[in-house]
C-alpha cells in the first residue's frame, strides 16, 4: 500500500518535481514534425551548433511544404555547420516523401490520434529514426508516456565514453525529466 507521504508511481514523483523545481526549457517543439527534424539536426553536434543549425534550417525553409519540394543538396546547405549535413539532408529529403506519401501533407500531426505504439511503429519505418529519436518525439511533441529505456544507456553528453548506470535509476531520471533527455548526463552514477 502506497504511503500518502510518496507519490506512488514515477510519474506522480515528475509532478511533484514539476511542481515544486519548474521545468526548465529544453527547446523542445510541439509540432512533432518539427521535433523531428530538431533531434535530426542534433545528431552528433553539440548544443550551440544544433541551435543555429536547426534556425537556419527553418529560415531557409519556413515551412514544411518548403522543405518537402526541396532537393536533397539544397537541405544540406543551411545544415553543413553541424556537421554530417549531407547524411542528415537525405535522411531528411526521404522521410518528408515517406510523410507526404501517407498522409498527404508534409505533417506529423495524424500521430497525435494513433496510440503510442503505432505512433512508434510509423516513427520507426522513417529512414534515420530508431527507438530513442522515435521515442523523444512522443514524449516531446505527442505528450505520449513511453519508455526511454536503453536509448544511448549511461552516455554523458559530449564525453563519448559509456558508463554503466542502473536502468531502474536511468528509467526513474527519465521519467522525471522527459525534457532534459536530449542533454542527458549522468552525474549520478
Known amino acids: 500500500m502506497p504511503s500518502p507521504k510518496y507519490p506512488p508511481t514515477v510519474w ?4 511533484t518535481l514539476k511542481t515544486s523545481y519548474r521545468d526548465f526549457n ?7 514534425l518539427d521535433e523531428l527534424l530538431f533531434i535530426i539536426c542534433s545528431t552528433k553536434t553539440g548544443e550551440a551548433s544544433y541551435r543555429s543549425t536547426y534556425r537556419l ?5 519556413p515551412t514544411h511544404l518548403h522543405i518537402a519540394e526541396a532537393p536533397a543538396e539544397y537541405i544540406a546547405r543551411p545544415i553543413v555547420s553541424g ?3 549531407n547524411q542528415k539532408a537525405k535522411a531528411i529529403r526521404d522521410l518528408f516523401d515517406i510523410i507526404v506519401e501517407k498522409f498527404g501533407e508534409p505533417t506529423l500531426k495524424p500521430l497525435r490520434k494513433m496510440s503510442g505504439e503505432e505512433a512508434e511503429a510509423f516513427l ?11 521515442r523523444c518525439v512522443l514524449m ?13 544507456p549511461g ?3 559530449g564525453s563519448g565514453r559509456r558508463k554503466k548506470t542502473s536502468t531502474a535509476r536511468r528509467e526513474i531520471w527519465i521519467a522525471c525529466n522527459p525534457s532534459s ?3 542527458f548526463v549522468t552525474r549520478y552514477t
Not at 534550417?57 to 525553409?61: D, G, P, R, S
Open 124 to 134: 520507426l519505418s522513417l529512414p534515420g529514426v530508431g527507438k530513442k529519436v522515435a
Open 26 to 32: 529544453h527547446y523542445n517543439l510541439k509540432d512533432p
Open 155 to 157: 552516455v554523458s553528453a
Open 83 to 85: 556537421g554530417l549535413s
Open 12 to 15: 506522480d514523483v515528475a509532478a
Open 181 to 183: 533527455l536530449r542533454s
Open 57 to 61: 534550417l527553418k529560415e531557409t525553409f
Open 140 to 152: 516531446y511533441s505527442l505528450g505520449k508516456r513511453t519508455r526511454i529505456a536503453g536509448a544511448s
